[in-house]
């Protein structure tokens, strides 16, 4: 599952590079819903999907999935925490949890502002553009502790000149009835 999956990069990705898996993208945008959807008939991917959805309360019918990728999620959510304790509830018992985040406030500024000007064209779809035009990039103390903040059994961290990543893993028992 791709949450916060925009246009269906990563989840048409997926589909096309591991055709026996079921890839599901979830988004709030339902202009971004059809951009991933075109995408995923356009390359005939029957093994891709996209619900609306919102991060902060995934839908019930989602619970336990195998994976989750998000990828620049965070920098536009209000309520990153929610999002991480709603990720580690619909992983299953050994699931895991690929995140990426950029390091780079200036990076992620130019697609914004570039997207933010386009929406100022005539041929802007109806309801107009609703890509947000501001980010807050995480520092690394902030990334990491947002991560911690869920009972991984297994949690890699790593950064590059441009992103941090984080590689969770849910454990593999079962969770007894609170």
């Not at 925490?81 to 992620?108: M, N």
């Amino acid at each position: 599952m791709e949450v916060g999956c925009g246009p269906g990069f990563y989840s048409c990705r997926l589909a096309d590079e591991y055709p026996q898996l079921q890839t599901t993208g979830i988004d709030l945008s339902d202009n971004l819903l059809q951009r991933a959807k075109r995408r995923a008939s356009r390359r005939r991917l029957l093994n891709c999907e996209f619900r609306k959805g919102d991060a902060h309360a995934l839908p019930a019918s989602l619970c336990h999935v195998d994976a989750v990728v998000m990828s620049r999620l965070f920098l536009i959510v209000p309520d990153r925490e929610a999002v991480v304790r709603e990720v580690f509830r619909v992983l299953r018992p050994g699931g895991r949890c690929f995140i990426a985040e950029p390091t780079s406030g200036f990076r992620t500024r130019i697609p914004l502002s570039c997207m933010w000007v386009l929406s100022k064209f005539p041929y802007t779809p109806a309801g107009g553009f609703r890509e947000p035009r501001q980010a807050d990039v995480m520092s690394r103390p902030d990334f990491a502790s947002l991560i911690g903040s869920q009972p991984w059994s297994s949690v890699k961290i790593e950064y590059d000149g441009w992103y941090q990543y984080a590689v969770c893993e849910k454990s593999g028992e079962v969770e007894a009835a609170a």
